[in-house]
């Protein structure tokens, strides 16, 4: 008898990943994914714990989900509500206690034990937040084709999960815990199948990306350098990708891949926090502003259209206008192409809860004009690219009837009139026009055709 699954994501691509394997593990227990909670059997929420807003937002949507549940059962339909991710984990059977309509709490270390915690929720409810000392990614079930082709071109791929960096501000190592690594061989196999199943786009995940160190077949250590190598070499990816990195872990290895493999994408998170020494240190970053420009420079001579995107945090703990200053004068010199910008949020049991805060009138002005800058930046980077021609993968249908929508390498949409034969290749755009978050473009003239798939690999 086939039931109904509806996961909902919040918070990094991480999560989306999880959501996905959780929907392939439930897959042969005869779960069927839908797309509204309304008809759903079970619903699994995947939250995120990194900043307050986002994990009490999953206290808002389970009342709603409550109401769903009650409604069912007055038509004799018995519905499970389970809470995954990072809120799980560090919150456990709290949850429960702040809302009673939920069956099952499951930390992301023991998504593979999930069909076994649907029949214990049938007595009761069922908790698991453990860090098992099992490979939950060697017990998860693998997509089936036709999973995969409905998920699209571009995929994700974890390959390392936990951190061992323990930023002050950051609830990770807690909740995600301590920094694993998955086997070369496993990634590689995994990468193969998506490719087998049309897949052209890989993105590999992990909390800490380059600090990976999966074993190789010979028993070492193996660098995220050494493993786009490897990845790089399978017929039909044409784009790889990474997310996210610390400065401290990008390694000669990782920056010699940007140089030397054309898959590697020219676009690098790199999230930097703030600009000041005095806040890098506080927030025990283990690099200053000078390394950071540093390693710009260097990625910059090995690959000269990488572009770079952040991270900031303004009204750190002790953030002074000097401090924040510096951010400002940081982020002029990079030069980001995008950036994400976040008011200081105190995360319970970490450091820098304990420490005083900035007010947050003073918080909100900083945001406002980090922001500005970012939106003049990613402006300026985006109207460069008028007039000129690159490569778009292209993903899907557009909004408008014989439009379809591509990905520019810097991760842009670009919606073009183009046939639908053209989704999942790639082919050279011009850009004629740009919008505040995507390319408009016309196909190039000498690519009217499709780039065959192994001309588009360099295969
Ligand atoms: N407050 C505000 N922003 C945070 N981030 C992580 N923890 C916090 C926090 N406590 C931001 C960082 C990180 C991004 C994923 O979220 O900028 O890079
Ligand atoms: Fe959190 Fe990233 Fe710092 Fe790790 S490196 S503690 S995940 S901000």
Known sequence: MTKKLYVKSYGCQMNVYDSHR????????????????????????????????????????????????????????????AVAGCVAQAEGAEIIRRERA?????????????????????????IDTEFPVEDKFAHLAAPSHAATRKRGVSAFITVQEGCDKFCTFCVVPYTRGAEVSRPVARIVAEAQRLADAGVREITLLGQNVNAYHGEDSDGHAATLGCLMHRLAEIPGIARLRYF????????????????????????????VQSGSDRILEAMNRHHTRADYLRLIERLRRARPDLAFSSDFIVGFPGETEDDFADTLRLMAEVGYASAFSFKYSPRPGTPAADLDQV????QDERLQRLQADIERQQAAF??????????????????????????SPYLQPVPVVAPASLIGEIAPVTITEVR????????????????????AVGA
């Open 22 to 81: 959780m929907a392939d593990t439930l897959a042969p227990e005869g779960f069927v994914e839908t797309a509204t909670p309304d008809d759903a059997d079970l619903i699994i929420l995947n939250t995120c714990h990194i900043r307050e807003k986002a994990a009490e937002k999953v206290y808002s949507e389970l009342g709603r989900m409550r109401v769903l549940k009650q409604e069912a059962a007055l038509q004799g339909r018995d519905v499970k509500i």
């Open 102 to 126: 939920v069956d099952l709490v499951v930390g992301p270390q023991s998504y593979h034990r999930l069909p076994d915690m649907l029949k214990r929720a049938e007595q009761g409810k069922a």
């Open 244 to 271: 996210t990195s610390h400065p401290r872990d990008m390694d000669d290895d990782l920056i010699a891949a940007h140089r030397d493999l054309p898959a590697l994408m020219p676009q690098l998170h790199l999230p």
């Open 359 to 362: 007010p947050e009138a003073a």
């Open 382 to 407: 985006m109207s460069a690219y008028v007039g000129q021609t690159f490569d778009v993968l292209f993903e899907k249908h557009g909004r408008h009837p014989g439009q379809i929508v591509g990905r």
């Open 436 to 455: 505040t978050n995507s390319l408009i473009g016309t196909l190039a003239q000498a690519s009217r055709q499709a780039v065959p798939l192994a001309e």
